[in-house]
C-alpha cells in the first residue's frame, strides 16, 4: 500500500492529508514529528503554518483510500475558503 499526501497551498497556510495503511502506525508518528519539526522552525516557515489531517484505510482495499484522498481534497478546500473568505 503507497501512502498518499495532499495539499492545499494558502498565503500563509499550508494544509496537508495523509493517507497511510492501518499498520503504518509508526508512519504517523513520523509524520506528526516532521510537520511539527517545520511548524516550529521559524528559518523554513517565517510566517506559515502547516496543519494536518491523517487517515488510515485498509491496505487491501484500494477504492477506499481514493474516497479518502477526495474527503481530504473538499476539507482543504473548505479550509482554503474559510481563510479565503476570513480576510
Known sequence: MREYLCYCLMATHF????IFDESAKKD???F???VGDLNQNEEILQTEKITFSVTFVDGNNPFQAV???????ELGNEKKTTLTNGI
Request: hydrophobic residues 35%; glycine residues 6%.
Open 15 to 18: 494544509f496537508l492529508g495523509a
Open 67 to 73: 474516497q479518502e484522498e477526495s474527503k481530504i481534497k
Open 28 to 30: 504517523d508518528e513520523v
Open 32 to 34: 506528526r514529528t516532521a
